[in-house]
């Protein structure tokens, strides 16, 4: 009985998945699902890449959380316009709740809309937004073996950021055992190593990301 | 008739968790539910714990995690009984899965067992395994925050331990912060501050931890 309820569930989240899709479709809207462990740096790295965007590339954001606004708080002090969904509870954003958001912004006035789920490694990924990106912000302090134990959310990323490079030494990084383990499972994402902190590398995210835009 | 179901679930796990409990509280062992995000250092804390041990505390392990064996070899290296749990996709252990884990244990032999969760700071905290208490490891790296964000898991928690605190400053960690999160949801729970890199902090949660075993 279980398993047929819950491919229902899933292809209902599809079907709302695909109208959001059409909706970004015809606002112009290229859209990110960043997705990455409670505190890896997903804000971070929406407010280190805005500040690198052309002044012409124009950005938004829905935040995902299950309580609190503290990261639209953030968002919106920069004068960037953001949506909060909180969850209630549940471990991910699903296609529904984005849905609900999309009145809430100025789509047309937009055109990079990054969408900040829930920080859970394993439960995001298997719900589709309507993104064009799926993005995965692992960090270094979380360790180098992430790929190899959370296997998942890596195979279907569009690209990772490795967040906190600057803590490399501090907690013995192995970015070649990291790299391997991604690599294993995806050959197809770039892997950028970054510091929201410090700005490094950002430059080359930013730049890989311009260069997907439609 | 969704909801109907999941509580159907809900206590079909809880039935579960009942027979795991009498089987433990049968051969005197005394059981941790450990859960953190990924990378919070369970396995570390597990290790440092068990350093600190009277020789009488026999400690075991249950590892879950999607794949991998990496910290069950970690574990196995100390020469502390093991047991990998992988559950293939799923976010979180349940009770069968503990379960089935257990007549791979040495229980009659054992005082203690850590059951190391995977790493999600939602779902873990959804299934009762049968343990004695439920002990939330979490880290300076993924900010003060947390205890707002993830409301859930620290409202439920019976200990918390906040681990990697050798870099409080590093990260700019405001720990009255995260402790009056902490205390807003749940006034009970003990704060451990402590870093298994450098051991420090690690006296205070055994010298607890030993005062609640039976």
């Given at each position: 009985?279980?398993?047929?309820?819950?491919?229902?569930?899933?292809?209902?989240?599809?079907?709302?998945?695909?109208?959001?899709?059409?909706?970004?479709?015809?606002?112009?809207?290229?859209?990110?699902?960043?997705?990455?462990?409670?505190?890896?740096?997903?804000?971070?790295?929406?407010?280190?890449?805005?500040?690198?965007?052309?002044?012409?590339?124009?950005?938004?954001?829905?935040?995902?959380?299950?309580?609190?606004?503290?990261?639209?708080?953030?968002?919106?002090?920069?004068?960037?316009?953001?949506?909060?969904?909180?969850?209630?509870?549940s471990c991910h954003l699903d296609a529904p709740m984005i849905r609900t958001a999309l009145p809430n912004l100025p789509l047309d006035a937009m055109h990079l809309l990054f969408i900040e789920n829930v920080g859970n490694?394993?439960?995001?990924?298997?719900?589709?937004?309507?993104?064009?990106?799926?993005?995965?912000?692992?960090?270094?302090?979380?360790?180098?073996?992430?790929?190899?134990?959370?296997?998942?959310?890596?195979?279907?990323?569009?690209?990772?950021?490795?967040?906190?490079?600057?803590?490399?030494?501090?907690?013995?990084?192995?970015?070649?055992?990291?790299?391997?383990?991604?690599?294993?499972?995806?050959?197809?994402?770039?892997?950028?190593?970054?510091?929201?902190?410090?700005?490094?590398?950002?430059?080359?995210?930013?730049?890989?990301?311009?260069s997907r835009l439609r």
């Amino acid at each position: 009985m279980k398993i047929p309820v819950v491919k229902e569930i899933l292809s209902a989240n599809d079907q709302v998945a695909a109208e959001n899709r059409a909706e970004f479709d015809a606002a112009g809207v290229f859209v990110l699902n960043l997705m990455a462990s409670p505190g890896a740096g997903k804000t971070s790295l929406i407010l280190a890449t805005v500040d690198q965007l052309p002044e012409e590339v124009r950005p938004g954001v829905i935040e995902g959380d299950l309580a609190s606004t503290i990261d639209a708080d953030t968002i919106a002090a920069q004068g960037i316009p953001v949506v909060q969904v909180n969850t209630g509870g549940s471990c991910h954003l699903d296609a529904p709740m984005i849905r609900t958001a999309l009145p809430n912004l100025p789509l047309d006035a937009m055109h990079l809309l990054f969408i900040e789920n829930v920080g859970n490694l394993v439960c995001t990924a298997e719900f589709a937004l309507g993104a064009d990106l799926a993005v995965v912000v692992a960090s270094v302090p979380e360790g180098h073996d992430k790929p190899y134990k959370y296997p998942g959310m890596f195979a279907s990323a569009d690209a990772v950021v490795l967040n906190k490079a600057d803590l490399l030494e501090v907690f013995e990084f192995d970015v070649d055992y990291f790299r391997s383990g991604l690599e294993m499972l995806n050959s197809d994402a770039p892997l950028f190593i970054a510091s929201c902190r410090t700005g490094d590398g950002i430059n080359d995210w930013v730049t890989w990301l311009l260069s997907r835009l439609r």
